[in-house]
Structure formats: structure tokens, C-alpha cells
T-cell receptor, first 113, second 116 residues
């Protein structure tokens, strides 16, 4: 039972480089989320998706893009990385029915130098 | 808009002490869901409990208990006889059911350190 898997686990980028973080879930969940975690800031929602082919902005969407071409995958892209995007990124998914809790991936630690 | 406030940034206790983590929320929804998650030093986020707004029964699970009070918009978490393994960051979260109900909003977390 893989649950929610994030790839990669660690990454170092130079300012201006681009990259894509992959989130894959095998629970057939409708909802998927990307959060970033910074010291003292808790978890802040970047983008989310309520189903295949849909995306929506969260609390801190600037500098990020997302895509959900397949139900099981939710991609987070950084087109031109900035040091302010140094953070730990978490992906989560949940079922669309009822008061379901979210299941989280193990996180991706991204450093932009 | 949904908002979760965890006023305690850090708490330090000695093993076997009881400790309560506070969570205050704001929402205009009449139906909503509250959650607690634990983030141990290893970094993963572990789901602890879910509570529906229409169910104000308190819940106990071993050394953990949760007190939900709609009148004060609070959903507090108590650890009885704390242990070193309880050291972690604890997050309270809220999800509504009306406009913006897709969003799961987190507080900033409370870092609990249990010293031997």
C-alpha cells in the first residue's frame, strides 16, 4: 500500500532553474493538494484539485503551476525557481465523499540557491 | 473564510506531565470538520483524529483526548502522562462544507517537547 508518493525527496536548484514535483496516489482519491511548510508558518496551501483535469489556486499560488492530467497524479511546477521557494513541499489526497481526512506524502525538501 | 489559530508556538514538559494543546477556529459554515495531525521529527504528517461539527462528544483514545466545544469554537487536544515519543509538532486543521469547502486549512502548529 503505497498511499501518497512524492518524487523527488530532496532537490537543490539554482535560482532561475525549473523543476517539477510529482505526487502520485493509489487510493483513487478525487481531491489532491500541494502545501508548503516553512518554519513558524505551518502548512500553506499552494494549489489544489477537485478532480482529474481541474486545478485551483490556494493561499500562496504565485510562482507555481500545477496540472492534473490523470486522476492519480498531481504535478507541481516551478518555472523559474527563487530562493523564497526554499521549503518543504507536501502533497496530500483525500476521498471526495464525506468527512474524509487527507493522507500526506513524505514531503520534498527543496533548496534554491 | 476559514481560519485556525494555535496560539501556543512551543510547549515543553517533563515526562508524565499532562499537556493540552489549544486550537481555536473560525468558520461561517454550519457543518464543518476538524482534524489533528502529528508531525514527528522524522517529518511525515500523521492523521490523529477527525471531528464533525454536529458531534460534540469528546473522544478518548488511550492517553489522547479531544475536547470539542462549539460555543467557544475550540478543539483542544490533551495528552495524559506524556512520553518522550509524544515530542512532535501538532497541527489542527479545518475544512468547511460550503464555499471553499475543498480547502483544508491548517494552523501554524504547536511544537511539543517532552523531556525525560
Amino acid at each position: 500500500n503505497a498511499g501518497v508518493t512524492q518524487t523527488p525527496k530532496f532537490r537543490v536548484l539554482k535560482t532561475g532553474q525549473s523543476m517539477t514535483l510529482l505526487c502520485a496516489q493509489d487510493m483513487n482519491h478525487e481531491y489532491m493538494y500541494w502545501y508548503r511548510q516553512d518554519p513558524g508558518m505551518g502548512l500553506r496551501l499552494i494549489h489544489y484539485s477537485v478532480g482529474e483535469g481541474t486545478t485551483a489556486k490556494g493561499e500562496v499560488p504565485d510562482g507555481y503551476n500545477v496540472s492534473r492530467l490523470k486522476k492519480q497524479n498531481f504535478l507541481l511546477g516551478l518555472e523559474s525557481a527563487a530562493p523564497s521557494q526554499t521549503s518543504v513541499y507536501f502533497c496530500a489526497s483525500r476521498s471526495g465523499t464525506g468527512p474524509s481526512e487527507a493522507f500526506f506524502g513524505q514531503g520534498t525538501r527543496l533548496t534554491v540557491v | 473564510a476559514q481560519k485556525v489559530t494555535q496560539a501556543q508556538t512551543e510547549i515543553s514538559v517533563v515526562e508524565k506531565e499532562d499537556v493540552t494543546l489549544d486550537c481555536v477556529y473560525e468558520t461561517r459554515d454550519t457543518t464543518y470538520y476538524l482534524f489533528w495531525y502529528k508531525q514527528p521529527p522524522s517529518g511525515e504528517l500523521v492523521f490523529l483524529i477527525r471531528r464533525n461539527s454536529f458531534d460534540e462528544q469528546n473522544e478518548i483514545s488511550g492517553r489522547y483526548s479531544w475536547n470539542f466545544q462549539k460555543s467557544t469554537s475550540s478543539f483542544n487536544f490533551t495528552i495524559t502522562a506524556s512520553q518522550v515519543v509524544d515530542s512532535a509538532v501538532y497541527f489542527c486543521a479545518l475544512r468547511g462544507t460550503q464555499g471553499g469547502s475543498e480547502k483544508l486549512v491548517f494552523g501554524k502548529g504547536t511544537k511539543l517537547t517532552v523531556n525525560p
